[in-house]
């Protein structure tokens, strides 16, 4: 580590940013907008994506994604059958939170 430091201070190894290439002035964060009226017409289609579909498909296909979790089954083959029902990525994401859980750091190294 102190030889690649050494390096990296002396010009001899390039790290872009640091010691070349860097920036005048940083640009200043601007965080994503998203303007109401889309925000409206996503939810529009998700309410009709729901209306349309099969739901008794759809909760079969995630149930069945739920024991391939549980177990050592491959969790893809019934996660694209429960996408070809047509069930959100979120429904699939929260089927898999149910098993699995949610990561959490811990605070200590």
Request: charged share 35%; net charge negative.
């Amino acid at each position: 580590a102190y030889r690649i430091a050494q390096e990296t201070d002396s010009g001899e190894r390039v790290v872009v940013g640091v010691n070349r290439f860097r920036l005048d002035e940083e640009e200043p964060y601007e965080p994503l907008r998203v303007d109401p009226a889309i925000e409206a017409q996503q939810a529009g289609r998700l309410a009709k994506l729901r209306a349309e579909r099969d739901q008794r498909a759809v909760d079969a296909a995630l149930t069945e994604l739920r024991k391939a979790a549980e177990g050592t089954d491959n969790v893809l083959y019934p996660m694209k059958d429960a996408l070809r029902a047509r069930a959100t990525v979120g429904e699939v994401c929260n089927a898999l939170r149910e098993v699995w859980g949610t990561y959490v750091p811990s605070d200590v190294f």
